[in-house]
């Protein structure tokens, strides 16, 4: 009889492979197998490659991109709306900087870690909750630490509801791609989808472009407090109505 | 049909295990050849995972999953077949060492070159 690896090492090995790839890299594994520590060996230098290859395939550089400028721009808004003087704080920005970069990265292993051709409704709605997670996870371990690069609580939360309503939109407007199609290596790689259209109901994509027209137009509203005339905000707030009408309409 | 991108060494290597390897070319074989072709480098199996990825993005390959067999525990495997660019981008690419190989023969002389297509000639057998 031709030797296995045990069962319970196939499966801690299964979980840290992406499922895209899951069943041939563990097919591989399992055919190469000559000892344990062979095979041990040959998962830690083969693993991490197969995972930082299906970010790259399940990254779509513009949109991830727009999602890093929202999340910073979300906690930025929080801060300078709950206290003006926390963004000129020593490390003031260093420490908004954290927890937008940790749901990133939650982000992006959300998307590796998804299920080719499994696509839910619920999927744009899933990804910024696991992604503001972790950053929330991160503050954690980080008071255990380094207590003075923790946010104050109600920036954190502030700025994860309003990353987590503009990151779900964005998400919404462009879903990310399981599997990367061939040859698409150019510009605009969300325009190059193809396949079924998302199978949510149309009154949620409208809800959900609305609150996020709205959270743009409070990102607005609190950047124009500054100004010393009613007049802008006024148009501001005209602006981001006439943007949720459109958006609405458009569904 | 395009121009192929310009191929880096190892790429040639994985495009080359696949030409040889025909129908029978998955991660494992794959890894034996590039292995065979590349020593005494060794060659670790994710490099070789990470570089099929990359060139069935470019579009030189195509995979597909074939059935589960017993002896790699009931899975699939990932079986690849070069594509028309693929075989295009691996045609340039012996051109140019063709090319290498006669300038640099040209420069260290006649007997440099027979010795070593002697060499060449007792390790394929």
Redesign the interface.
């Known amino acids: 009889m031709?030797a296995?690896p045990p069962r319970w090492v196939?499966m801690l090995v299964g979980i840290t492979i992406p499922p895209a790839?899951r069943?041939?890299?563990?097919?591989?594994l399992?055919?190469?197998y000559a000892g344990l520590p062979q095979y041990l060996l040959?998962a830690l230098?083969?693993?991490?490659?197969?995972i930082?290859?299906?970010i790259?395939?399940t990254t779509d550089p513009q949109v991830r991109l727009l999602e890093a400028f929202v999340l910073c721009l979300s906690f930025l808004t929080a801060a300078r709306y709950k206290d003006a003087n926390f963004l000129t704080e020593p490390w003031g920005l260093m420490r908004l900087a954290i927890p937008a970069a940790m749901a990133l990265v939650g982000l992006m292993l959300e998307d590796a870690y998804a299920r080719p051709g499994r696509r839910s409704p619920v999927n744009a709605i899933v990804a910024p909750v696991f992604g503001l997670g972790i950053a929330c996870l991160s503050q954690l371990v980080l008071s255990g630490g380094w207590p003075a690069l923790v946010l104050p609580q109600w920036i954190l939360l502030a700025g994860s509801g309003m990353g987590f309503l503009l990151v779900a939109t964005l998400r919404m407007l462009f879903p990310p791609l399981a599997d990367?199609p061939?040859?698409?290596?150019g510009p605009a790689f969300w325009l190059q989808q193809s396949g079924k259209p998302l199978n949510i109901p149309p009154v949620a994509i409208r809800v959900l472009k609305v609150m996020g027209v709205m959270a743009v137009a409070a990102l607005l509203v609190v950047f124009a407090d500054d100004l010393p005339i009613v007049g802008p905000r006024l148009l501001v707030l005209a602006g981001a109505l006439l943007l949720a009408h459109e958006a609405n309409r458009r569904v | 049909m395009g121009n192929p991108d310009s191929l880096g060494q190892f790429e040639q290597l994985v495009l080359t295990a696949i030409l040889s390897l025909r129908e029978d070319a998955y991660g494992v074989t794959i890894h034996a050849k590039v292995e065979e072709l590349a020593r005494p480098k060794a060659v670790s199996l994710g490099a070789v995972y990470v570089t099929l990825d990359r060139l069935e993005d470019k579009g030189l390959v195509a995979s597909w999953l074939s059935d589960p067999t017993p002896e790699r525990g009931g899975r699939a495997k990932r079986c690849y077949r070069l594509e028309a660019l693929g075989e295009r981008a691996l045609q340039e690419s012996a051109i140019t060492a063709k090319r290498i190989w006669e300038s640099i023969a040209q420069v260290w002389g006649k007997e440099w070159a027979k010795e070593w297509g002697k060499r060449w000639g007792k390790e394929a057998g």
């Open positions: 031709r296995a196939e790839c069943e041939s890299v563990l097919g591989d399992h055919e190469r040959d230098c083969a693993v991490p490659l197969v930082v290859s299906r790259r395939r990367r061939q040859g698409a290596n």
